[in-house]
């Protein structure tokens, strides 16, 4: 859609719906391909009739009926909120860790894939609030926690950071511990604690554009300023199986229900501050609260797979693939089904700033992996028991039909066939039923990711 012919402040979209191309035309849109119109959401020249250029704002749309439709992948935004009087060299800075462990375990049953967050502030003296959309709904408070008790074991430190790291004795009332290099014992940073009265919950948005947003409070930070240094915090959203998400793309077989083993390829893209992204939710957010996306030093964003899952393909060459030290993770993931560490893969991308004083203005990160899974064996038996019988009653029912045929009556049963008159009437039922039973099943299975 075409409108407003003076240029913006700053980017900004809308969503337009037409409902029929008549009214696509009175509203004078244009139809922009799927892969182009997400590079070019914002405001382009557009040449008129008359060959003059005017400045338009270009909005994604759908169209019902019409196979145009653009839906854009989810980003993680981080924004913060400010003190008034923020000093000039104080803007708020952070150091960003983000860990997706995508579970082997596909039953939708109680269990879930783990999206970690780990933030270390390096400047937040002038920070107010810290707010962190998800680019799906948190349902229960309980799905997000502190791995601060986790955190305080040197092998986790290790894991975590990749160095030899050593965790200090507690301080502000179990609240914060130091952590140090084991050779030269110099602190590094503190690791503080994010109990649930310092943080909050909320949903926001309706429909594709519901995200849900972690916010840091006023008093969280109030607390870190006690301190000079670095510090850091980490945080864990359990993400049930199964649920809509902003990262993980499936496509399955359609023919699942006629495997015992389902091979599905898997996309998972991460996006970060990807502001063409933002819900519309988010972007009304950020300018009705005159906030701002904080300044990123660096983004360090892993992905953790079972061995069995094959990665077929990468946007971009990642920084480090390794396996896992079981020893070293099974304290932090302990009392999680399907994630076994010594049979985990674990993938690194990386992108840090230009300058000292420069930004990561946004992140993406996008692989394509195939994964093979146990079926539902329940639904294969049925379909193998199903055709069997197919078979059988199709059998009897045109034995019966011939049967009856050369015993001469061909459209009615005589007293001398009426047994094989009704054995045919069930052979048939039998198979409309069958037919029925197995299209059924076969669509049950094709709902399923």
């Given at each position: 859609r075409l409108s407003s012919p003076r240029p913006p402040p700053r980017r900004s979209a809308t969503l337009f719906r037409p409902q029929g191309r008549d009214e696509c035309r009175r509203n004078h849109c244009l139809l922009i391909p799927r892969t182009t119109a997400s590079d070019i959401a914002g405001w382009l020249p557009v040449e008129r009739m008359d060959g003059s250029l005017l400045n338009c704002q270009v909005h994604i749309f759908s169209v019902l009926g019409w196979n145009r439709t653009v839906f854009m992948r989810g980003s993680i935004a981080i924004w913060h909120d400010t003190f008034a009087n923020d000093a000039e060299g104080?803007?708020?800075?952070?150091?960003?860790?983000?860990?997706?462990?995508?579970?082997?375990?596909?039953?939708?049953r109680g269990q879930f894939d783990l999206f970690d967050i780990g933030l270390r502030f390096e400047e937040f003296r002038a920070l107010r609030t810290l707010s962190i959309s998800l680019p799906f709904e948190i349902r229960r408070d309980e799905d997000v926690s502190?791995?601060?008790?986790?955190?305080?074991d040197a092998p986790t430190l290790s894991a975590i950071f990749n160095e030899t790291l050593a965790a200090g004795g507690m301080q502000d009332g179990g609240r914060t511990f130091s952590v140090s290099h084991t050779e030269t014992e110099r602190i590094q940073f503190y690791v503080a604690s994010c109990p649930i009265n310092e943080r909050q919950i909320s949903t926001i948005g309706s429909g594709v554009d519901r995200v849900s947003v972690i916010t840091l409070s006023d008093e969280f930070f109030s607390r870190l300023r006690i301190r000079v240094g670095d510090h850091y915090v980490r945080l864990r959203v359990k993400v049930p199986i199964g649920t809509k998400n902003g990262f993980v793309s499936l496509n399955g077989p359609k023919d699942s229900a006629f495997?015992?083993?389902?091979?599905?390829?898997?996309?998972?893209?991460f996006?970060?501050?990807?502001?063409?992204?933002?819900?519309?939710?988010?972007?009304?957010?950020?300018q009705a609260n005159d906030c701002a996306l904080i300044d990123i030093s660096a983004v360090h964003y892993f992905l953790i797979r079972d061995m069995g899952v094959e990665m077929t393909q990468s946007h971009t060459a990642f920084k480090k693939m390794r396996r896992l030290e079981p020893d070293m993770w099974e304290r932090y993931l302990e009392n999680y089904c399907g994630f076994n560490p010594d049979?985990?893969?674990?993938?690194?991308?990386?992108?840090?700033?230009?300058?000292?004083?420069?930004s990561v203005e946004s992140f993406t990160a996008l692989a394509t992996f195939r994964a093979y899974y146990t079926g539902s064996l329940w639904i294969y038996g049925l379909v193998i028991v199903a055709l069997g019988a197919m078979g059988s009653a199709t059998q009897g029912l045109f034995t019966g039909l011939l049967s009856i045929y050369f015993e001469g009556s061909s459209y009615g049963c005589a007293d001398h066939n009426a047994t094989t008159c009704g054995i045919t009437i069930w052979n048939a039922l039998l198979l409309i039923l069958l037919i029925g039973l197995l299209a059924i099943l076969v669509v049950m299975r094709r709902r399923e990711p």
């Amino acid at each position: 859609r075409l409108s407003s012919p003076r240029p913006p402040p700053r980017r900004s979209a809308t969503l337009f719906r037409p409902q029929g191309r008549d009214e696509c035309r009175r509203n004078h849109c244009l139809l922009i391909p799927r892969t182009t119109a997400s590079d070019i959401a914002g405001w382009l020249p557009v040449e008129r009739m008359d060959g003059s250029l005017l400045n338009c704002q270009v909005h994604i749309f759908s169209v019902l009926g019409w196979n145009r439709t653009v839906f854009m992948r989810g980003s993680i935004a981080i924004w913060h909120d400010t003190f008034a009087n923020d000093a000039e060299g104080y803007s708020p800075r952070v150091e960003i860790h983000i860990n997706i462990w995508r579970n082997k375990e596909r039953n939708q049953r109680g269990q879930f894939d783990l999206f970690d967050i780990g933030l270390r502030f390096e400047e937040f003296r002038a920070l107010r609030t810290l707010s962190i959309s998800l680019p799906f709904e948190i349902r229960r408070d309980e799905d997000v926690s502190d791995l601060f008790e986790i955190m305080h074991d040197a092998p986790t430190l290790s894991a975590i950071f990749n160095e030899t790291l050593a965790a200090g004795g507690m301080q502000d009332g179990g609240r914060t511990f130091s952590v140090s290099h084991t050779e030269t014992e110099r602190i590094q940073f503190y690791v503080a604690s994010c109990p649930i009265n310092e943080r909050q919950i909320s949903t926001i948005g309706s429909g594709v554009d519901r995200v849900s947003v972690i916010t840091l409070s006023d008093e969280f930070f109030s607390r870190l300023r006690i301190r000079v240094g670095d510090h850091y915090v980490r945080l864990r959203v359990k993400v049930p199986i199964g649920t809509k998400n902003g990262f993980v793309s499936l496509n399955g077989p359609k023919d699942s229900a006629f495997l015992s083993t389902i091979s599905t390829n898997e996309i998972i893209e991460f996006r970060l501050n990807e502001r063409r992204n933002f819900s519309t939710a988010i972007r009304e957010r950020l300018q009705a609260n005159d906030c701002a996306l904080i300044d990123i030093s660096a983004v360090h964003y892993f992905l953790i797979r079972d061995m069995g899952v094959e990665m077929t393909q990468s946007h971009t060459a990642f920084k480090k693939m390794r396996r896992l030290e079981p020893d070293m993770w099974e304290r932090y993931l302990e009392n999680y089904c399907g994630f076994n560490p010594d049979k985990m893969i674990i993938y690194h991308w990386a992108s840090f700033a230009p300058s000292a004083n420069g930004s990561v203005e946004s992140f993406t990160a996008l692989a394509t992996f195939r994964a093979y899974y146990t079926g539902s064996l329940w639904i294969y038996g049925l379909v193998i028991v199903a055709l069997g019988a197919m078979g059988s009653a199709t059998q009897g029912l045109f034995t019966g039909l011939l049967s009856i045929y050369f015993e001469g009556s061909s459209y009615g049963c005589a007293d001398h066939n009426a047994t094989t008159c009704g054995i045919t009437i069930w052979n048939a039922l039998l198979l409309i039923l069958l037919i029925g039973l197995l299209a059924i099943l076969v669509v049950m299975r094709r709902r399923e990711p």
